[in-house]
């Protein structure tokens, strides 16, 4: 009996020191620059689905739940938006703080700036006009945690994590001229309707820091898919408006998320 009570304890002394956090390591969300809207998450078939505006700059808002450092490797419509490489896990990606948010605006173009990321016809997209449709329409991250031995000050700014599994590619890939002939030997890129652009340069300060993966394989693969609002009826994704949609026209003290930029 008293073998079965120090059992008993010390199952229970393993239960108190055992992760408390279950879900994911990162919330992944996608906002509409040009509104200051989240675009909501559909779930269909076991995918999520937003719907883009064609034309809409947009941000991938990142937030580390946990109380440790994580790192997130960004992918774009298949890309690793920050080397450019056909995204791997094992490629860099963004450390976020403890409990940090943080938008990914654009491609990483430096250490300073980025162009940025705007919903665009495919064609017209950074992966069609780089010879890779394939994986149009998916925003997907791969989050890790830090090794327990390494403890690194705090950074205000997302920082760009550099390790051994994976080496940087700086040069910038040119559009291929054959690009338009893969679209359309591609049935499944040429379902999808829109794609992410390579827009114009923005100011995106980073900084370069350490971050010793605890895995080889990722803790968490999460993906957002997205395509036109009249793509997302077609397939059953969301429901078809009937009539004019009323809005609500009293005042509000916050109507939108984020400062939209002034008319022209």
Known sequence: MLHRILASLAT?????????????????????RNTGEWLAQHPHRGDLWVAGTPGNRYSVR??????ERVLVVLSVDGINAITGQTANPSQAGYVLEPWQTTEVTGWRKSMSDVAQF???DLGDSYAARTG?????????????REAPAYRYPQYTPPAIARGSMEKRVEAEAAAPAGASRGIAANDAAQQQ????GHGGREWAPTSRTGFDRATR?????????????RRLVA??????????????????AFPNGFVADPPR
């Not at 020191?17 to 509409?32: E, Q, Y």
């Not at 890779?132 to 890790?144: C, L, T």
């Open 12 to 32: 229970l002394a393993l239960l108190a020191f055992a992760p408390a956090h279950a879900g994911p390591l990162v919330d992944v969300g996608v906002v509409d």
């Open 62 to 67: 990142l937030t580390n739940t946990t109380g």
């Open 118 to 120: 705007v919903f665009t």
């Open 132 to 144: 890779r449709p394939r994986n149009v329409g998916v925003i997907g991250i791969a989050a890790f």
């Open 193 to 196: 309707s829109i794609g992410t």
């Open 217 to 229: 394989q990722p803790e968490q693969v999460s993906e957002v898919r997205y395509d036109e609002y």
């Open 235 to 252: 397939l059953g994704v969301v429901p078809r408006r009937h009539g004019p949609t009323r809005r609500d026209e009293r005042p509000r």
